[in-house]
């Protein structure tokens, strides 16, 4: 289970598996936040609040829950599983039209601007600064540092990531 | 075996009814299942690679069969919500025009994400700014 952290990224991935096995499918769930629970809120929250030194840990938690969108791609004879997590709605429009092109059978390339960084380390921290620039992606640096181990497919994308992100950075 | 499937348009008019009795509850989930069809018959030994002339698209609420909810607790958990059941088969020429109307309905039908934080998109912008200003210092 790999959780993938950039949508074409996702895409990409997920076309060359189809590709591989036409057998793959796809899950979306759109899943809402559990209802708020009143007991659990009505107890002093004080005690935990302090512990949170992360100013952006510390934002990403107040802010109100959303619903979460999260997909998956599965070939169940292999095991492989893709998946990919967003909150953002602004993505539903390219996510479908992903999938679309996924369920015709398309290979999706890794677009030029977009950064490519899957299974790369030691890009990592450019990366960062390179989310910055661009302002494309939301802030999910720590997300990043976890997913920093290689992804479960191999692709030429980490190799030609750096002549594009130099592109993107204009 | 065989799962009911219902025409694309009926799928659409149902799915959103779904995602907005979803919504209504204010709590649950819906999944969306794509996959294409291959057909079983004498294609069992020759897993051909070659693009599926159809595609099997789902739609579910993830809740149980009524019967299988034996408890008369949890079902009143669940305020006795049915299970939801679509499936449609979309051929690959009309692929085009079904993704455009089922992004439509997924777009209209998932208020809950996040809209774009204009405010947020703002101090980015700012940020940006000085970044710029900070290596362009460090460059000269």
Known sequence: MTYLDDLHSYLHHSSLLIQAYPSTRITTKYSLPRKPNTKARSKPKDATVPTTDTAAAASQSKREPSAVLTLKTYHPDSGICLKYRTDKAAEVGRLLGGLGRLAKGEIIEMPATSPAQIGSTTTAAEGDKMEVDSGMSAPKAEDKVVMAPPAVTQTGGGGGGKGKKKKGKK | ?140
């Open chain 2, 1 to 140: 075996m065989s799962q009911e499937r219902v025409s694309n348009d009926e799928f659409l008019n149902r799915l959103t009814v779904l995602l907005s009795s979803t919504h209504s509850e204010s709590h649950g989930s819906v999944y969306l299942t794509q996959k294409p069809l291959i057909p079983t018959t004498a294609d069992s030994s020759s897993s051909s690679p070659s693009p599926p002339s159809q595609i099997l698209v789902r739609a579910t609420n993830g809740l149980s069969k009524p019967h299988r909810t034996a408890k008369p607790k949890s079902k009143s958990a669940d305020s006795g919500k049915p299970k939801v059941k679509l499936a449609t088969v979309v051929e690959v020429a009309d692929l085009d025009a079904f993704y455009a109307r089922y992004a439509e309905v997924c777009k209209k039908g998932m208020e809950g994400l996040r809209k774009r934080d204009k405010k947020k998109a703002k101090e980015k912008a700012k940020a940006k700014k000085k970044g710029k200003a900070a290596t362009g210092a460090a460059g000269a």
